[in-house]
């Protein structure tokens, strides 16, 4: 099964859901699909898994 967490982005306070295979890359950046923004994971105000 495929491991999902919410991540609220810092610009737009917006919640989505991302794949936990995406943070095994240390570089990889998240990206609001509400407003664009990439952001580091602990960037993030709240991480809700
Ligand atoms: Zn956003």
Redesign the pocket.
């Known amino acids: 099964m495929v491991k999902l967490f919410d991540a609220v ?1 810092p ?4 919640k989505f859901h991302c794949h936990w295979e995406d943070l095994r890359h240390k570089d990889y950046k998240l990206v ?1 699909p ?4 990439s952001f580091a994971q602990e960037e993030s105000p709240q991480i809700i898994e």
């Open positions: 982005c610009q737009c306070k917006g609001c509400f407003c664009s923004t």
